[in-house]
Nanobody, 122 residues
Framework: QVQLVESGGGLVQAGGSLRLSCAAS????????MGWFRQAPGKEREFVAAIGWTGAITPYADSVKGRFTISRDNAKNTVWLQMNSLKPEDTAVYLCASGWVAARTEKSYDFWGQGTQVSVSS
């Protein structure tokens, strides 16, 4: 059974930083792309960033480009999302997902974590 467990969320002031982690188990981590999505109250889930299985491909949403960095360590079965210069509009539940390609679409991912809350105060 594939499990994805996110951690690292919390409350931070605008301009601050957080680092989210997603620990994966249940299948060969290095064979799969990983993605981060977020969902704010009353809004659709949206793509944040993704990373291919080698780490060479890293698409980002325009809204986070230059502020967020996705990375992975296949030896640790973990993917991270470093979030800098946080804004109140970044407030959401952040979910990691595992799939075949580092895509921007939810349907490209077949397993999802439960999410971790990120709240940014102004």
């Amino acid at each position: 059974q594939v499990q994805l467990v996110e951690s690292g969320g919390g409350l931070v002031q605008a301009g601050g930083s957080l680092r989210l982690s997603c620990a994966a188990s249940g299948r060969t981590f290095s064979n799969y792309a990983m993605g981060w999505f977020r969902q704010a109250p009353g809004k659709e889930r949206e793509f944040v960033a993704a990373i291919g299985w080698t780490g060479a491909i890293t698409p980002y949403a325009d809204s986070v480009k230059g502020r967020f960095t996705i990375s992975r360590d296949n030896a640790k079965n973990t993917v991270w999302l470093q979030m800098n210069s946080l804004k109140p509009e970044d407030t959401a539940v952040y979910l990691c997902a595992s799939g075949w390609v580092a895509a921007r679409t939810e349907k490209s991912y077949d397993f999802w974590g439960q999410g971790t809350q990120v709240s940014v105060s102004s």
